[in-house]
């Protein structure tokens, strides 16, 4: 039965976060598994891995065969390295405290450049938000124009007054006749009246 070290979906839509589970090469994506082993976070910056080094190295050398990705997880937390430091324990280049030592070195010198790593984050999130205040920017109030009264025509045939808010026909008909009475010239048309009421 080949077994092999791979990643498993979970959460909603477009938020993946992943179990590591040891699985049998024939099984589903989200199908059966044999054993978790850690979870995956791709979202947070930087993404969250949770492993368990020591169940994943005995599933290692017991031939579980990694996927890509989480070949690429085993060898950002160490256990490829550990493996490595075993074999060479098993071929006698190196005793069991040697290779302790050199994996104690190691893990050091990740987790101080992951330290860093999330400082220089930190660093550039707080220079963002001095960079934009840290406030939502107001929009400018604009007011509202003043709506002026409307001018009042004279119609020249009955005599009376109209609002030209209330009745734009009239209004219309009034200035065309204006221009054509010109001998008139106490009538006014209704262009000069706005004019003249400015």
């Keep these: 039965m080949p ?6 979906r ?11 589970v040891i699985a049998d090469s024939r099984s589903p994506r989200d199908g059966r598994f044999i054993e978790k082993v850690g979870t995956y976070n791709p979202l947070t910056q930087p993404a969250t891995i949770e492993l368990d080094r020591d169940l994943a190295f005995k599933w290692l050398m017991n031939g579980a065969q990694p996927t890509d990705t989480v070949r690429a997880i085993l060898r950002y937390k160490g256990v490829l390295f550990q493996k490595h430091l075993h074999m060479g324990v098993v071929k006698g280049a190196l005793t069991e405290e040697q290779a302790l030592d050199k994996l104690n070195a190691w893990l050091e010198n990740k987790d101080q450049a992951i330290t860093k790593h999330k400082e220089k984050i930190a660093e550039k999130k707080q220079q963002l938000v001095l ?20 001018p009042e025509v004279e119609a020249s045939a009955e005599g009376e007054t109209v609002d030209a808010a209330d009745s734009p026909v009239v209004a219309e008909e ?15 048309s209704a262009e000069e009246t706005e004019k003249t009421a400015e």
């Design 174 to 188: 009034a200035a065309a006749e204006a221009p054509a009475q010109e001998t008139a010239p106490e009538v006014e």
């Design 131 to 150: 960079a934009i205040d840290g406030k939502p920017k107001a929009k400018p109030k604009v007011e509202a124009p003043v709506e002026e009264a409307a």
């Design 3 to 8: 077994v092999k070290m791979r990643l498993q």
């Design 10 to 20: 979970k959460g909603r839509s477009k938020a993946p976060f992943y179990h590591i």
